[in-house]
C-alpha cells in the first residue's frame, strides 16, 4: 500500500516560516490534501489539490507538491498555528485502492 | 452552516457491536459521499469507509472490511457505521466526514468508541 512519510515534529519561532513536508512515492502526480488539528478539536481542512485554500483560510498557509515530496508552508507563524498537521492523498496505484493520510506532524511554536 | 453531529459511541465489550450515526445539516447531504475516519488516543488519522451519495458504492479499509458496514438514510439526512465484531484495536475517535473530491471538506466532532472489558 502507498505510504505518506511526515517528520514527527517541527519546531519554528513566531513571525518565521514553517515548512512540514509529505513524502511518498512520485506522490507529485497526485493531489495532495493538508489539515490542521489541534488538541481535542475535529480536523480542519487548510489546504487542498496540493495548493488551493478552503474559504477562511489565512493566506500564510500555503502548499506546493513536486516529485517525491509534498510541502506545506505556513509563512509568519502565530502561536494559534501550534497543532497537528497530516497530509493526505488518494492512491489508485496499489491493488487496494484507497484514502492515505501520513503520519502527521506536530507544528510546535517557540 | 454545515453541521455533523456524531452519536452511538460508548463502551463495548471486545467481541460486541455498536452502531455510530452522523446527523447531517446546513447542505444537500444527498448530494456528497460521506466518509468516516477514526483516530485512536494519541494516534493519527486512519481512513475507514466511504458511502457514495446515493449509497451505490461502499469502500472499506482492509482493517474493517466484513466487520463493519456503512450505510446512509437520505430521507433522514443520517450516515451510519454498524461494527460488529469489535477488537481493542478499534478504540478510537470516529469522525463523520462531508468528502467533496478527494478530500474531507467538512469534519464532525467526533464520537469515542472504546473496546474494553
Known amino acids: 500500500s502507498y505510504v505518506l512519510t511526515q517528520p514527527p515534529s517541527v519546531s519554528v519561532a513566531p513571525g518565521q516560516t514553517a515548512r512540514i513536508t509529505c513524502g511518498g512515492n512520485?506522490?507529485?502526480?497526485?493531489?495532495v490534501h493538508w489539515y490542521q488539528q489541534k488538541p481535542g478539536q475535529a480536523p480542519v481542512l487548510v489546504v487542498y489539490d496540493d495548493s488551493d485554500r478552503p474559504s477562511g483560510i489565512p493566506e500564510r498557509f500555503s502548499g506546493s507538491n513536486s516529485g517525491n515530496t509534498a510541502t506545506l508552508t505556513i509563512s509568519r507563524v502565530e502561536a494559534g498555528d501550534e497543532a497537528d498537521y497530516y497530509c493526505q492523498v488518494w492512491d489508485s496505484s496499489s491493488d487496494h485502492p484507497g484514502w492515505v493520510f501520513g503520519g502527521g506532524t506536530k507544528l510546535t511554536v517557540l | 452552516e454545515v453541521q455533523l453531529v456524531e452519536s452511538g459511541g460508548g463502551l463495548v465489550q471486545p467481541g460486541g457491536s455498536l452502531r455510530l450515526s452522523c446527523s447531517a445539516s446546513g447542505f444537500t447531504f444527498s448530494s456528497y459521499a460521506m466518509h468516516w475516519v477514526r483516530q485512536a488516543p494519541g494516534k493519527g488519522l486512519e481512513y475507514v469507509s466511504a458511502?457514495?451519495?446515493?449509497?451505490?458504492?461502499?469502500y472499506y479499509a482492509d482493517s474493517v472490511k466484513g466487520r463493519f458496514t456503512i450505510s446512509r438514510d437520505n430521507s433522514k439526512n443520517t450516515l451510519y457505521l454498524q461494527m460488529s465484531s469489535l477488537r481493542a484495536e478499534d478504540t478510537a475517535v470516529y469522525y463523520c466526514?462531508?468528502?467533496?473530491?478527494?478530500?474531507?471538506?467538512?469534519w464532525g466532532q467526533g464520537t469515542l468508541v472504546t473496546v474494553s472489558s
Open positions: 466526514v462531508k468528502w467533496w473530491g478527494g478530500y474531507g471538506a467538512y
Open positions: 512520485n506522490i507529485g502526480s497526485k493531489s
Open positions: 458511502i457514495s451519495s446515493n449509497g451505490g458504492s461502499t
